[in-house]
Nanobody, 113 residues
Framework: QVRLVQSGGGLVQAGGSLRLSCAAS????????MGWYRQAPGKQRELVGE???????NYADSVKGRFTISRDNVKNTVYLQMNRLKPEDTAVYYC???????WGQGTQVTVSS
């Protein structure tokens, strides 16, 4: 059984930082490309970024230079470090195993102005 369990998130002022975690089980984590998506109210879910099995990353233009995705293949966990947060980053954030259809439960991130 595949499980993606997210933690972190919450309320932060603009300019602040948050870190999200996503612990995976039931998959070969070390060979999986892991992604983070977000969905703001009234908007479609969008890709925030992803990290490949080799540690390569790519990001949406809107978060480049502010967000960092990393992984720990010993802990089977992927992280999303979010710095210099903006009100427009407010959304529910989801981790996923790319192209496998597995999703975390979602974590609310709210950035106040």
């Amino acid at each position: 059984q595949v499980r993606l369990v997210q933690s972190g998130g919450g309320l932060v002022q603009a300019g602040g930082s948050l870190r999200l975690s996503c612990a995976a089980s039931g998959i070969r984590f070390d060979i999986a490309t892991m992604g983070w998506y977000r969905q703001a109210p009234g908007k479609q879910r969008e890709l925030v970024g992803e990290v490949t099995s080799g540690g390569g990353t790519n990001y949406a233009d809107s978060v480049k230079g502010r967000f960092t995705i990393s992984r720990d293949n010993v802990k089977n966990t992927v992280y999303l470090q979010m710095n210099r947060l903006k009100p427009e980053d407010t959304a529910v954030y989801y981790c996923t195993v790319r192209n496998r259809g597995y999703w975390g439960q979602g974590t609310q991130v709210t950035v106040s102005s």
